[in-house]
Antibody
Framework: QLQLQESGPGLVKPSETLSLTCAVS??????????WGWIRQPPGKGLEWIGS???????YYNPSLNSRVTISVDTSKNQFSLEMTSVTAADTALYYC???????????????????WGQGTLVTVSS | DIQMTQSPSTLSASVGDRVTITCRAS??????LAWYQQKPGKAPKLLIY???SLESGVPSRFSGSGSGTEFTLTISSLQPDDFATYYC?????????FGGGTKVEIK
């Protein structure tokens, strides 16, 4: 059974950099029919896609966050990471990592849904 | 960016009711749409992919339909475990977007 586990500081100061890691177990991050994503959810609000990365390192970011976000993958450790610079209180949220599928059933596409999610980690931006 | 608009934002229903949630895309996304269920304190759970395909293990009372810009999620007979918030997500574009969510409450 695939498992994803987020880790990182729960408290980040304004203007600093948020760094999170997602450890993947029960499956290889190098499987090319999957990609890996970060999604966040501010308290009491909806889901916001942050960005995604393929096992080979191709990245796609939310245009509203693009200039502040970097996602990287470490296949040797079977994990991927998120860095978000210049954080403000508006970045306070529950951050999820998830596995995306290029293929489901008999259909493959250039992007996809998220079939496995981590439990989420709360990051608070405050001085 | 493709905008996803869900309606209603909140829905009050009783056990046994047939419930329908709508998701509209700002442009055609073909059938590249997923539906998720989220309960308080939990990660979202994938219910439906490619607009109408039921994810493995999901009860058959859940169904999805639609293509282009208008989609629906239907729960044929609402069960106590179904009171939750539901989100749609388009994956037609590399830039993924979620709908704002529909909370299904007990009437």
């Amino acid at each position: 059974q695939l498992q994803l586990q987020e880790s990182g500081p729960g408290l980040v100061k304004p203007s600093e950099t948020l760094s999170l890691t997602c450890a993947v177990s029960g499956g290889s991050i190098s499987n090319n029919i999957y990609y890996w994503g970060w999604i966040r959810q501010p308290p009491g609000k909806g889901l916001e896609w942050i960005g995604s990365i393929s096992y080979s390192g191709s990245t796609y970011y939310n245009p509203s966050l693009n200039s502040r976000v970097t996602i990287s993958v470490d296949t040797s450790k079977n994990q991927f990471s998120l860095e978000m610079t210049s954080v403000t209180a508006a970045d306070t949220a529950l951050y999820y990592c998830a596995r995306g599928r290029y293929c489901a059933g008999s259909d493959c596409y250039e992007s996809g849904d998220f079939d496995y999610w981590g439990q989420g980690t709360l990051v608070t931006v405050s001085s | 960016d493709i905008q996803m608009t869900q309606s209603p934002s909140t829905l009050s229903a009783s056990v046994g009711d047939r419930v329908t949630i709508t998701c509209r895309a700002s442009q055609s996304i073909s059938s590249w749409l997923a539906w998720y269920q989220q309960k308080p304190g939990k990660a979202p759970k994938l219910l439906i992919y490619k607009a109408s395909s039921l994810e493995s293990g999901v009860p058959s009372r859940f169904s999805g339909s639609g293509s282009g810009t208008e989609f629906t999620l239907t729960i044929s007979s609402l069960q106590p475990d179904d009171f939750a918030t539901y989100y749609c997500q388009q994956y037609y574009s590399y830039s993924l977007t979620f709908g704002g969510g529909t909370k299904v409450e007990i009437k």
